[in-house]
């Protein structure tokens, strides 16, 4: 099951940057191509994508009852009428939406109405829709008013009943605004109140740098460009997954970019003992890893929605019961193929598929910051001297 947040995706074809390289000109017109009209946030973007994987999925999420809700219905019953079936459309509310600007060559950035987003409550996942599922992945709380108002606790309320039902836990993050009330959160005492309720913690490592460390979040950001890897290489998310398994989730994948991804599991067996219906077995290839994968090459056309594709790739591979270093080839593999194409899920093909151009010898990308020399590599996956391997 994926639910949270949903919106609707308008992606203007962008042919080029001005030649004085400014996006935005104060009273002046600059041509652009056909908009690409899609689904975004994590319900589209994760459920569906799990949906081409072959991944039996439900979806929740919340629209309004207007022009942009029909067309979010519209766009994800294309891709298996059944998936709308417990898709909420409010009468009264307005319909989540994004305009995201995709220049070549530079990261995309976005406009977005938060909408009917903002009501989503933990009464909007029902019992009914919990039974038989064995994971449940949520996102993205910074942009939904009630998961992060009072502490966090309609999140907390939300994932204590999920996992009551034996259900596996994932959690997916956004960066909000720093301007809103959102950027102003206590984030480092809601993700204290509701990580030990996850079992698996997919964040981006801006985004938790963000919550962490907001200090040091500005001040590596304007010192590196945004490029947090490059500060000080695997260093700074072994930091980060440090802590956020000490506050208790099972699993830290942090998403690089287009570094890569990094893996810390829990050591403690109890913890795995709280997993849910996901719970690997055996359990020991999990326990206390370190690992890191860089990406794969491909030609960029766009990257809305690859770290949501990545983390569809990483909970397919659970799912088939997978090991932790298979799990991380598959989620870069999934991300490399989203970004082959400017909208959000037209390039994830089937399972089978992403076996398929693995099996070939498929490329990878240098790791952009330099490894320690006391890591081992394997099939491209590097671990630690303290992994539990």
Known sequence: MVAGHICLDIIPEIRGVRADGRLLVPGGLTEVGPAAISTGGVVSNT???LHRLGVPVRL???VGADLFGRAVMEIVASQGKDLTRRMIASPGETTSYTVVINPPGIDRFFYHCAGANDTFQATDVTAEALRGAALFHFGYPPIMKRMWQSGGEELARLLTMVKAAGVTTSLDMTQPDPESPAGRCDWRRLLSRVLPLVDLFLPSLDE???MLDRESFESLSEETGGRLLMSGGLALPARLADELLNIGCAIVALKLG???????TSKDPSR??????CRPDPIGPWLGRELYTPCFQVEVQGTTGAGDCANAG????LLR???PEAAMIRAVAVGACNVERPDATSGIPAWSGVEERLATGWPRLKPPCGIPTDWQEADGVWSSPRDGR
Do not use: P
């Open 47 to 49: 459920g569906l994508a």
């Open 60 to 62: 929740i999420g919340k």
């Open 208 to 210: 938790t740098l963000f």
């Open 258 to 264: 287009d570094s890569g991804m990094y893996l810390r």
């Open 272 to 277: 795995w003992e709280r997993f849910g219906a």
């Open 314 to 317: 990483f909970l397919t591979a």
């Open 321 to 323: 019961g997978l090991s």
